[in-house]
C-alpha cells in the first residue's frame, strides 16, 4: 500500500520542487496535493483524511504551520508532519516538538535529508499498519504455512475464516535481474502494497500477506467473499499486468490453510503452463488426464548436434523441444526433470565413448530449478541453452580438431583389431552411432572407406613381415587378416603394384645388392 504526502508552502516555486522534482513514486509515495497556506492545507486533509504526512512550512498566511500542526495533532493524530523553515529559531522547534512534529528541518532543504526522514516515517506508518492485523491470526497464518509449531491455539479461533489467493509476478527473474537485495526488497513491498489496496479498494476489508516463496505472495482476505465478491477482485488484480492469479475456490477456516496452500501451489503450477493470467484452484487440474512421452526422437537429435560438428543446430533442437513442451503444456517441474535428465545423459554418453571421466563442472540443471522464480518457457529454455554452451565449451566441442575425436577413437579401435575379421557396422557399435552415418564422417576425416582404410593397415603390417621375416605369405595373409590368399594377394597388388612374392624378391634383392 503506498503512502500519501501534501506538501504546504506559500512560496509557489518551493511547493512545485518539492513535489514535482522528488521521484517520490520510487518510494511508493504518492503526492496528494501542493497548497500555499495552513487553510488549503486543512481543506485538503478533511477531504483525503488518508493522507500520511505532511510537509509544511512555518511562517504562511492565514494558518501558519504550527497553527496546522496543532490543527492535525487533534483531529488527525496518525498524519505525521514534518516543518521546514528559514527561520533558525529554538524556540519554534521546542512548539513544533510539543506537537508532535517529527522533523524539523531549515531551509534551503537538504533533499537527500528530507527523503531519508520521509522514508523513516513511512517505515514506522508500515509497522503501525501491520499491527491492525490481528496478530494472534498472523501468528496462526505463518505457524500452518510455513513451519510445524505447535497449532493448539487452533481451536479457539476456528470461527475465523478467510479468503486465500497466490499472486506470482510473470517472469519474475527478467524483472528482478540486475536489483540489488535492497532494489528486490522495495519491489516486494510495491508488490505486496498493491494486492493489499485492490482488496481494500474492491472489498473494504483488511488482509495478510506473506512471502512463501521468492515468487509466491499468499494473501488472506479476513472475511467470507461471495462469488461477486470474487469476480470484482479478480477483474481488478487482473489490471495489474505482471501479475499471475491464482484465486481461492472458497473459504476455508483458519485450521485449513497448511492444506489449502498446497492446492494453490499446484494450481500455480499449472497456470505457469497455459496461456492464461489467472485460475481458480481446482482439484480437477491436478489430475493428469494423460502421460506426456519422453523425446526421445529430440535427444537423438540433440546428441547428433553437440556431438558431430554440428554447431549451430544445438540451438534449433532446443527450440524444437521447448515448442514441444508448450505444444503439449508440460508442467514447468516436467520440463526441468527432463533438461536435467538430458544433460546427464550425454555426460554419461560422452564419458562411456571417451571410456574416461568427465570433471565435474557446473550447470544451471544441476542446482534446484524454482519453477515458481523461474517461471516460464523462455527463462528455462534460456538456462539449457546456457547449460549447453557450458558442456560444448567444457568438453571441447566447439574446437575443430576435438570435433573429430569421435572418429579417433574409432581409429584406435580398428588399430587395435584390423587383424580379426572386423566390419564397420562393428565399429560404428563401439562408438554407439548407426553404420550409415559412421561410414560417412570416417570417410570425411580419412579419406578412404572403411574397408581401404582397414585394408590399408593389414597391407603395411604384410609388408613388413615380408620384409622382416621369412613367413610363408600365406601365413603372413592369415596373421594380418586375410583369410583368403587370392584376395590377399588383389589387395597387396592394389595398393604397392606387385604380388606379395614379388615385393619380398624385390626386397631381398635391394639389400643383397
Same mark, same amino acid.
Given at each position: 500500500?503506498?503512502?500519501? *504526502? ?18 517520490? =513514486?520510487?518510494? /511508493? ?15 485538503? *486533509? ?20 504550527? =497553527? ?41 532543504? /537538504? ?13 514506522? *506508518? ?114 495489474? /499486468? ?9 473459504? *476455508? ?154 572418429? #579417433? ?80 594377394? #588383389? ?23
Amino acid at each position: 500500500m503506498s503512502y500519501k *504526502i501534501l506538501i504546504v508552502d506559500d512560496e509557489p516555486i518551493i511547493c512545485q520542487g518539492l513535489s514535482q522534482t522528488i521521484p517520490w =513514486e520510487n518510494y /511508493d509515495i504518492e503526492v496528494v496535493g501542493a497548497v500555499y497556506n495552513g487553510k488549503e492545507a486543512i481543506n485538503q *486533509i478533511s477531504i483525503h483524511p488518508e493522507i500520511d504526512i505532511v510537509i509544511t512550512d512555518i511562517r504562511m498566511p492565514n494558518v501558519d504551520g504550527l =497553527e496546522l500542526s496543532a490543527f492535525i495533532k487533534t483531529n488527525f493524530p496518525n498524519i505525521r508532519v514534518i516543518i521546514i523553515s528559514g527561520y533558525d529559531d529554538f524556540e519554534y522547534a521546542k512548539r513544533a516538538i510539543k506537537l508532535g512534529v517529527k522533523d524539523y528541518l531549515l531551509k534551503p532543504v /537538504d533533499i537527500d535529508e528530507l527523503v531519508d526522514n520521509v522514508k523513516k516515517i513511512t517505515t514506522e *506508518i508500515e509497522k503501525e499498519r501491520r499491527q491492525h492485523v490481528d496478530l494472534l491470526t498472523s501468528s496462526i497464518i505463518k505457524q500452518i504455512s510455513l513451519t510445524n509449531e505447535d497449532h493448539g491455539i487452533l481451536k479457539e479461533h476456528e470461527h475465523i475464516r478467510i479468503y486465500p489467493l497466490m499472486t506470482m509476478q510473470r517472469d519474475y527473474q527478467r524483472r528482478v535481474r540486475g536489483l540489488t537485495t535492497e532494489d528486490i526488497d522495495l519491489f516486494k513491498k510495491k508488490w505486496m502494497g498493491s494486492v493489499e489496496k485492490r482488496i481494500g479498494d474492491v472489498l473494504g476489508e483488511n488482509s495478510f500477506s506473506i512471502f512463501t516463496d521468492e515468487n509466491i505472495l499468499l494473501t488472506c482476505v479476513m472475511k467470507e467473499l461471495d462469488e461477486n465478491e470474487t469476480g470484482k477482485l479478480e477483474k481488478n488484480i487482473e489490471n495489474e /499486468d505482471s501479475l499471475l492469479l491464482v484465486l481461492g475456490d472458497r473459504t *476455508i477456516s483458519i485450521s485449513e490453510l497448511k492444506d489449502y496452500y498446497k492446492k494453490l501451489l499446484d494450481t500455480g503450477r499449472y497456470l505457469l503452463s497455459i496461456n492464461k493470467k489467472t485460475i481458480m484452484a481446482s482439484d480437477q487440474l491436478c489430475v493428469r488426464k494423460f502421460e506426456h512421452q519422453y523425446p526421445q526422437e529430440i535427444e537423438n537429435l540433440l546428441f547428433d548436434a553437440l556431438l558431430y560438428k554440428k554447431k549451430v543446430d544445438y540451438l534449433n533442437v532446443s527450440h524444437t523441444l521447448f515448442a514441444y513442451f508448450k505444444e503439449n503444456q508440460f508442467l514447468l517441474d516436467e520440463v526441468v526433470g527432463i533438461c536435467c535428465e538430458l544433460l546427464v545423459k550425454f555426460i554419461n554418453y560422452y564419458e562411456s565413448l571417451g571410456r574416461k571421466k568427465v570433471q565435474p563442472f557446473a550447470l544451471n540443471y544441476k542446482n534446484h530449478v524454482n519453477i515458481f522464480s523461474h517461471n516460464s518457457y523462455e527463462i528455462l529454455q534460456k538456462m539449457f541453452e546456457e547449460d549447453l554452451v557450458t558442456i560444448i565449451e567444457k568438453l571441447g566441442l566447439d574446437h575443430e580438431e576435438t570435433n573429430d575425436w569421435l572418429i #579417433e577413437r574409432a581409429l584406435e579401435y580398428i588399430r587395435q583389431f584390423y587383424r580379426e575379421p572386423i566390419k564397420a557396422s562393428e565399429v560404428a557399435n563401439v562408438v554407439n552411432i548407426s553404420a550409415n552415418y559412421f561410414s560417412t564422417i570416417f570417410r570425411q576425416k580419412t579419406g578412404k572407406t572403411f574397408n581401404e582404410y582397414v585394408n590399408l593397415l593389414r597391407v603395411n603390417e604384410a609388408r613388413k613381415l615380408l620384409s622382416e621375416t621369412s613367413l610363408r605369405v600365406g601365413v603372413i595373409a592369415n596373421n594380418v587378416g586375410f583369410h583368403e590368399y587370392k584376395y590377399f594377394v #588383389e589387395v597387396f597388388k592394389k595398393f604397392t603394384g606387385m604380388t606379395p612374392t614379388e615385393y619380398r624378391n624385390l626386397y631381398n634383392r635391394e639389400l643383397g645388392g
